[in-house]
């Protein structure tokens, strides 16, 4: 089985910055393209960031870009995303997913593997 881990989430102000990590277990994470998804109370959950699996390719919400950014590191298993100049409306549960593909998607029913969210509150 696929297990993806999520960690790095917690309090911060508006401006800061968080860095979270999803750590995958499982062969096929070096084939997979992988992603990072939003889910704020009341809504539903949102496409934040993708990237493809050697890195070639990257795409991102509009709501996140220049702010935010997705990379990966294959020999670790592990996707990572930098979120600066936090905005409380980021506040949201944030999800690693990955997906049995290479190329990169912004659907969530494109994704195979989920994690159990980290918890990201940004303060006013």
């Known amino acids: 089985q696929v297990q993806l881990v999520e960690s790095g989430g917690g309090l911060v102000q508006a401006g800061g910055s968080l860095r979270l990590s999803c750590a995958a277990s499982g062969r096929t994470f070096s084939s997979s393209a992988m992603g990072w998804f939003r889910q704020a109370p009341g809504k539903e959950r949102e496409f934040v960031a993708t990237?493809?699996?050697?890195?070639?390719?990257?795409y991102y919400a509009d709501f996140v870009k220049g702010r935010f950014t997705i990379s990966r590191d294959n020999a670790k298993n592990t996707v990572y995303l930098q979120m600066n100049s936090l905005k409380p409306e980021d506040t949201a549960v944030y999800y690693c997913?990955?997906?049995?593909?290479?190329?990169?998607?912004?659907?969530?029913?494109?994704?195979?593997?989920w994690g159990q969210g980290t918890q990201v509150t940004v303060s006013s």
């Open positions: 990237i493809s699996r050697t890195s070639t390719n990257t």
């Open positions: 997913a990955g997906r049995a593909s290479r190329s990169t998607s912004v659907n969530r029913d494109d994704y195979d593997y």
